[in-house]
């Protein structure tokens, strides 16, 4: 079965340290999403992506990046951990412009 | 801005005590309203999408409905197993090839045996 992986589901680091969390899917998806999700939040956009070499900035996207090589992965990276960013972190994709999300399982990113 | 707001933040219901969940939005151009459930520990799943004023939506115990201003997510007889949290998110708006959807808070329902 078609699927979208998130790795790791927890991670644990210090201030300054750079992290990447992964994200894979197998739906051939074209549109990609990374949310974080903080009590008293929701759910918040940090970063897109309509397609390869395609990314966009969402509304909380300052201290991350991503890229898009290929179809199935857009990887999350922190340049330089903060304490504010630890947070519990969503992938989600989408095969049409209008359709619903399929989210992953979540990673748990503690910065200390 | 878009703005999307859920209420109540937490609901406590006893099985079978049917009630309802309100997601309100202000969006110019609706191009769908989400229903997603999310247990702890979990991604968020896809319930419903309405896309237009009057639609309706059934599965199970659970009923959407959506008017110009604001979706219910009824919840008849409820079960222990329906515990969890309901996320609305709406989408409006074409963003460089897209549409971006944009979450309300949730509402957390605890149901009781």
């Known amino acids: 079965d078609a699927e979208i992986t998130q790795s790791p589901r927890h991670k644990i680091t210090e201030t300054g340290r750079q992290v990447t969390l992964a994200c894979h899917q197998t739906?051939?998806?074209?549109?990609m999403f990374w949310y974080r999700q903080d009590l008293g939040h929701g759910l918040r956009l940090i970063h897109y992506?309509?397609?390869?070499?395609?990314?966009n900035k969402g509304e909380v996207s300052d201290g991350y990046s991503v890229s898009r090589s290929n179809t199935e992965d857009l990887p999350l990276t922190l340049e330089s951990a903060a304490s504010s960013q630890t947070s519990v972190y969503f992938c989600?994709?989408?095969?049409?412009?209008?359709?619903?999300?399929?989210f992953g399982e979540g990673s748990r990113l503690t910065v200390l | 801005e878009d703005q999307v707001t859920q209420s109540p933040e937490a609901l406590r219901l006893q099985e079978g005590e049917s009630s309802s969940l309100n997601c309100s939005y202000t969006?110019?151009?609706?191009?769908?309203l989400f229903w997603y459930r999310q247990d702890p520990g979990k991604g968020p799943e896809f319930l419903f999408t309405l896309y237009s004023a009057g639609e309706e939506k059934e599965k199970e115990r659970l009923k959407a409905t959506l008017t110009k201003k604001e979706s219910f997510l009824h919840i008849t007889a409820p079960k222990p197993e329906d515990s969890a949290t309901y996320l609305c998110a709406v989408q409006a708006g074409f963003t460089g090839g897209s549409y971006i959807p944009t979450f309300g808070r949730g509402t957390s329902l605890i149901v009781h045996p």
């Open positions: 969006v110019s151009g609706l191009r769908g």
């Open positions: 992506s309509y397609g390869v070499q395609d990314t």
């Open positions: 989600a994709s989408r095969g049409t412009n209008t359709g619903e999300l399929f």
């Open positions: 739906w051939n998806h074209n549109n």
